[in-house]
């Protein structure tokens, strides 16, 4: 295969997908010390933004999961003693979640170590560089067009 254009769809495609795994793999590595995955980290993230707790459903939805898996999800953040089930006030029969104070403590830290970690990722780059690349990637997460279908209808993606 011949060398592509550094500017073709395609390259321009596999950068940013390796510079999305690049960030994937860095806050893998940084949620280590607290022993939390990224999918647990969202959860965290799901719970500890809500003013009041939440039902499991909520979660699986936030996360895209089954409820059976948010609540595994919600069982490991239990063992790691960063949140609590709680009866739901408005139905007893339900179930929610909420932080323990050690998880909205956990909750600040993560917060700031992801923010810690994007400022090294992002610092590499010049102010203008970053206004730059934010409107570049503005520009393509635009939500006024919707890439997900086909864009011609008799087309259909290969079947795998």
Known sequence: MPDMPSDSPV???DMLMATTRTLRKRWHQRL????????????????????????LGVIAQSLRIVPRSATEVVDRLEAHGLAERVPDPADR????????????????????????????????????????????????????????????????????
């Open 11 to 13: 390259a321009l495609r």
């Open 32 to 55: 280590q010390p607290w022993d939390l995955s990224p999918h647990e980290y969202r959860a965290l993230r799901i719970i500890g933004g809500a003013e009041q707790p939440i039902r």
């Open 93 to 160: 029969r339900a179930v929610c979640v909420r932080l323990t104070d050690h998880g909205r403590d956990t909750f600040t830290e993560l917060d700031e170590a992801r923010d810690a970690d994007a400022d090294a990722m992002f610092t590499r780059l010049d102010s203008a560089e970053r206004r730059d690349l934010a409107h570049l990637l503005a520009k393509l997460l635009d939500s006024g067009h919707d890439d997900s279908r086909p864009q011609d209808p008799d087309r259909h993606p290969p079947r795998r």
